[in-house]
T-cell receptor
Framework: KQEVTQIPAALSVPEGENLVLNCSFT??????LQWFRQDPGKGLTSLLLIQSSQREQTSGRLNASLDKSSGRSTLYIAASQPGDSATYLC???????????FGKGTKLTVNP | GAVVSQHPSRVICKSGTSVKIECRSL??????MFWYRQFPKQSLMLMAT?????????EQGVEKDKFLINHASLTLSTLTVTSAHPEDSSFYIC????????????FGSGTRLTVV
C-alpha cells in the first residue's frame, strides 16, 4: 500500500528566504507526482505535476524535483513571500490507477 | 484553466437528514471524478471514484449506502450524505480529472458539513 510522508509538518520562515519541502513515498511505481497548495477552509490548487519520466518541473518561483528510484520529491520555493503561507500537499498516482494518495501536508508560514 | 465548481460551500443540517453536494466541471469534460473527506489537520482521504454513466467505486471502509454518488453526465457528479450524523461532520472535496493535452486534477473549493 502506497504511503506518502511529508516533512516537516510545519515550517515558519522570514520573508525572502528560500525553502525546501520534502515528500517521500514508499512505492516507486508511480505514474506521476503532484504538488498542491491548500488555503484554510479551501480546496486544492495544483502547483506542479511531474510525470514519472521527468526529473523536475518549474513554475515561477517554484521548482519541484522527483527521484523516483529513491521515492523522494522536493518542492523548492525561492524568495518566499507572506502570500505563500498555506499548507502544501504532495500526492502520487499509481500506474494503472488514477487515484491520488496524499501526504498530510506541510503548513508553511512566511512572516513579514 | 480548468475550473471545478462545488456547492454548497457550507451546510448545517440536523441529524437524520440527507445532504447533497454538487461538483461540476465548468469548462471541460471529466470522465472521472473523485470524492475526498478531510478531517482537521489531516490529509485528504479518498472516499470513492466516480465514472460517468457507471456505478462509483468506493474505498474500503466507506459505506456506499450512506454516501450515495451519482455521475450522471460528463460535467456533474453529486455526493449525497444520507441520514447524516454528527460523526459525518467533515470537509468534503471533489476532484475532476481532465484528459488529453489538459491532463490533470482540478479540485473543487470544498464543502464544510456540520451535522447537529
Amino acid at each position: 500500500k502506497q504511503e506518502v510522508t511529508q516533512i516537516p509538518a510545519a515550517l515558519s520562515v522570514p520573508e525572502g528566504e528560500n525553502l525546501v519541502l520534502n515528500c517521500s513515498f514508499t512505492d516507486s511505481a508511480i505514474y506521476n507526482l503532484q504538488w498542491f497548495r491548500q488555503d484554510p477552509g479551501k480546496g486544492l490548487t495544483s502547483l506542479l505535476l511531474i510525470q514519472s519520466s521527468q526529473r523536475e518541473q518549474t513554475s515561477g518561483r517554484l521548482n519541484a524535483s522527483l527521484d523516483k528510484s529513491s521515492g523522494r520529491s522536493t518542492l523548492y520555493i525561492a524568495a518566499s513571500q507572506p502570500g505563500d503561507s498555506a499548507t502544501y500537499l504532495c500526492a502520487v498516482s499509481q500506474g494503472g490507477s488514477e487515484k491520488l494518495v496524499f501526504g498530510k501536508g506541510t503548513k508553511l508560514t512566511v512572516n513579514p | 484553466g480548468a475550473v471545478v465548481s462545488q456547492h454548497p460551500s457550507r451546510v448545517i443540517c440536523k441529524s437524520g437528514t440527507s445532504v447533497k453536494i454538487e461538483c461540476r466541471s465548468l469548462d471541460f469534460q471529466a470522465t472521472t471524478m473523485f470524492w475526498y473527506r478531510q478531517f482537521p489537520k489531516q490529509s485528504l482521504m479518498l472516499m470513492a471514484t466516480s465514472n460517468e454513466g457507471s456505478k462509483a467505486t468506493y474505498e474500503q471502509g466507506v459505506e456506499k449506502d450512506k454516501f450515495l454518488i451519482n455521475h450522471a453526465s460528463l460535467t456533474l457528479s453529486t455526493l449525497t450524505v444520507t441520514s447524516a450524523h454528527p460523526e459525518d461532520s467533515s470537509f468534503y472535496i471533489c476532484s475532476a480529472l481532465a484528459g488529453g493535452n489538459n491532463y490533470g486534477y482540478t479540485f473543487g473549493s470544498g464543502t464544510r458539513l456540520t451535522v447537529v
